[in-house]
C-alpha cells in the first residue's frame, strides 16, 4: 500500500512565523501535491509538483512555497504564517501522467495560527 | 466555471440501510469522475474512478454510477455499516495538460446503529 505521510498532525504557529509542512511517499511517484480543506469548501490546490526540483501554482498559491529536491520528499513553506491560513493540509501523490491514477492523501496537518 | 455540487449535505441513516449520494458537475472537457471517503481526521482515500464510458463501478458495498450526458453521479452504499460514518467526496477531473481535479464539498454521512 502506498503511504504517504505527514510530519505533524497538529501544528499551532504564531501569526508571522515561517513555518514548514513536510510530507513523504514511499511508491516512487512523481506526482506531489498540497491542498487545503476548509469548512465548506472543496480541497483546493496549493502547489504541485512533477518531478525533483520543478514545482507548478495551483489555485490558491499566494502566501505559500514549496520545495522538491528529493522525489519522496514534498515541503509547504507559509513564509509568514496569518491567521488566514489556519486549516487543514493535506499532502497527496499520484504516479505518472495517467489521468486515471488515483490520488493518494496523507492524513493531514491542522494548523492553527493565533 | 467548473463546479461539482453535492446533495445531501449531510444525512443520517439506520445502520443496515441503503443509502444513494448524489453529484452533478459542470466541467469540461471531463476526463473522470473520482469518489473519495473521508473518515473524520483523516485523508481521502479513494473508492472508485470513472472514465467517460463507464456507467457503473463497483467496489465492495460501494456502487459508483455514472450519466455523461446529464452530467450525474451517485454513489450508493448497500447494507450500511457504522464504519461507513465519512464524508464522501466527488471529484471531477479536467482533461487539461496536466490532471486538474475538481473537488466537491462532500456529503457526511453519520450511520445510527
Known amino acids: 500500500d502506498v503511504k504517504v505521510t505527514q510530519s505533524s498532525r497538529y501544528l499551532v504557529k504564531r501569526t508571522g512565523e515561517k513555518v514548514f509542512l513536510e510530507c513523504v511517499q514511499d511508491?516512487?511517484?512523481?506526482?506531489m501535491f498540497w491542498y487545503r480543506q476548509d469548512p465548506g469548501l472543496g480541497l483546493r490546490l496549493i502547489y504541485f509538483s512533477y518531478d525533483v526540483k520543478m514545482k507548478e501554482k495551483g489555485d490558491i498559491p499566494e502566501g505559500y512555497s514549496v520545495s522538491r529536491e528529493k522525489k519522496e520528499r514534498f515541503s509547504l513553506i507559509l513564509e509568514s504564517a496569518s491567521t488566514n491560513q489556519t486549516s487543514m493540509y493535506l499532502c497527496a501523490s499520484t504516479a505518472g501522467q495517467s489521468y486515471n491514477s488515483p490520488l493518494h492523501f496523507g492524513n493531514g496537518t491542522r494548523l492553527t495560527v493565533t | 466555471k467548473n463546479q461539482v455540487e453535492q446533495s445531501p449535505q449531510s444525512l443520517i441513516i439506520l445502520e443496515g440501510k441503503n443509502c444513494t449520494l448524489q453529484c452533478n458537475y459542470t466541467v469540461s472537457p471531463f476526463s473522470n469522475l473520482r469518489w473519495y471517503k473521508q473518515d473524520t481526521g483523516r485523508g481521502p482515500v479513494s473508492l472508485t474512478i470513472m472514465t467517460f464510458s463507464e456507467n457503473t463501478k463497483s467496489n465492495g458495498r460501494y456502487t459508483a454510477t455514472l450519466d455523461a450526458d446529464t452530467k450525474q453521479s451517485s454513489l450508493h452504499i448497500t447494507a450500511s455499516q457504522l464504519s461507513d460514518s465519512a464524508s464522501y467526496i466527488c471529484?471531477?477531473?479536467?482533461?487539461?495538460?496536466?490532471?486538474?481535479?475538481?473537488f466537491g464539498t462532500g456529503t457526511r454521512l453519520l450511520v445510527s446503529p
Open positions: 471529484v471531477v477531473s479536467v482533461y487539461t495538460g496536466f490532471q486538474k481535479l475538481v
Open positions: 511508491m516512487d511517484h512523481e506526482n
